[in-house]
C-alpha cells in the first residue's frame, strides 16, 4: 500500500503539478539558444568553406543551425522532468530522416549539430564549446590538404577507326574501364584515371584524334552508376 501510495504522489508531481519545470529559467533558455546559434552559424560557415561537393545546397546547410537550437530545446524539455522525458522519446522515435544523404561528410555535420545541441541543452558549455573548436579547425584542415592524384572520368566518343590510337593514349593514362557502349558507327567509352599536377594535355591529345567526335573530363567523387 506504501508502495502504491508513493508511486502515486511521484506520478503527481511529475506529471500532474510539473512543478520541476520551474528548474530552467529564462536565463538558461536565452543562453542555451544563443550558444547554439552561435555555434550552429560556425558550423554552417564550416560546412561552406569546406564543401567539396558537386552542388552546394543553403537550405541543407541552414538546416544544421536550426538542428542545434532545437536539439537545445529539447534536451531541455527532457531535463526538467523525468516522466515527460520518457514521452518525448516516445514521440520523436516515429521521426524518419527521409532526405537521401550523399556525402558522408553531410552526415559528421549532421552529428556535430546534433552533439552541440545535446551539450548546449545540458548546460555544458565548455564541452560545446571547445568540441566545436577542435572539429572545426580538423575539418578545415582536412579539407585544405592537396589530394595527389585525383580521380576524374573521361568520356570519350570515337568513330570505329580511331579506336586503336585513342587506347594507345589511354594506355599511358594508366585508366581503369567503367562502361563503354558501342553502336553501328560510333564507340562511347567512359574510364577512370588520374592527374597529376593538374595536367590536362592528353584531353587535346585525344580530341585531335582523327575520328574522335567529342571527350569530356568531370571530377570523380567515388560514385559511379553505369
Known sequence: ???????????KKSVLQLEAFNKVSWVDIFWG???SFLIGMFIY??????????????????????????TTLIIMTISTNIVLSLG??????????RTAVKDPMDIVYMFWAISVGI???????????????????????????K??????LLIIKYEEKAQDDVLVRLRKQHYVLKSKTVNKHLTEMTVETRL?????????????IAGVQDVMLVSYNGDYAP
Open 1 to 11: 500500500m506504501d508502495q502504491h501510495m508513493n508511486f502515486s504522489d511521484f506520478f
Open 33 to 35: 539558444l544563443l550558444t
Open 45 to 70: 560557415w564550416i560546412y561552406r568553406k569546406c564543401f567539396r561537393g558537386v552542388v552546394y545546397s543553403h537550405s541543407y546547410n541552414v538546416t544544421f543551425v536550426l538542428m542545434t537550437m532545437i
Open 88 to 97: 518525448m522519446v516516445g514521440a520523436l522515435s516515429i521521426v524518419r530522416f
Open 119 to 145: 551539450a548546449n541543452g545540458a548546460q555544458i558549455y565548455p564541452i560545446s564549446i571547445i568540441g566545436s573548436l577542435a572539429v572545426g579547425i580538423v575539418i578545415f584542415w582536412l579539407s585544405r590538404r
Open 147 to 152: 589530394i595527389k592524384d585525383s580521380p576524374y
Open 196 to 208: 597529376r599536377d593538374d595536367n590536362t594535355a592528353f584531353v587535346n591529345e585525344l580530341s585531335n
